[in-house]
Nanobody
Framework: QVQLVESGGGSVQAGGSLRLSCRAS?????????MGWFRQAPGKEREGVAA???????YYADSVKGRFTISRDYAKNTVYLQMNSLKPEDTAMYYC???????????????????WGQGILVTVSS
């Protein structure tokens, strides 16, 4: 059974940084499997933040480009989201997602990801 466990969330002031981690168990992903981060703010729909297939196939939402960096460690079966220059509008529950089957497209389509973490809260105060 695939399990994704997020960590690293919390509260930070605007302009600060946080690093989210997502460790996968029961599943060893390869370069064919997309790993993504999504977020959902109160009263809003879940949206794609970033996704990574391999070092050359990385995607970001326009709202986080230049501020967030997604990376993955195959040896640790872990994907990271480094978030810098955080803004109050980044406040949301952040979810890690895994494309277990492979071939996820487009990267931000929620229905392309079969496994989800429980979510972790990120709060950015002004």
């Amino acid at each position: 059974q695939v399990q994704l466990v997020e960590s690293g969330g919390g509260s930070v002031q605007a302009g600060g940084s946080l690093r989210l981690s997502c460790r996968a168990s029961g599943y060893t992903y390869s370069r064919d499997n997309c790993m993504g981060w999504f977020r959902q703010a109160p009263g809003k729909e879940r949206e794609g933040v970033a996704a990574i297939y391999d070092r050359t196939s990385i995607y970001y939402a326009d709202s986080v480009k230049g501020r967030f960096t997604i990376s993955r460690d195959y040896a640790k079966n872990t994907v990271y989201l480094q978030m810098n220059s955080l803004k109050p509008e980044d406040t949301a529950m952040y979810y890690c997602a895994a494309d277990v089957v492979g071939g996820a497209y487009p990267w931000h389509a929620i229905n392309q990801f079969e496994a989800w973490g429980q979510g972790i809260l990120v709060t950015v105060s002004s």
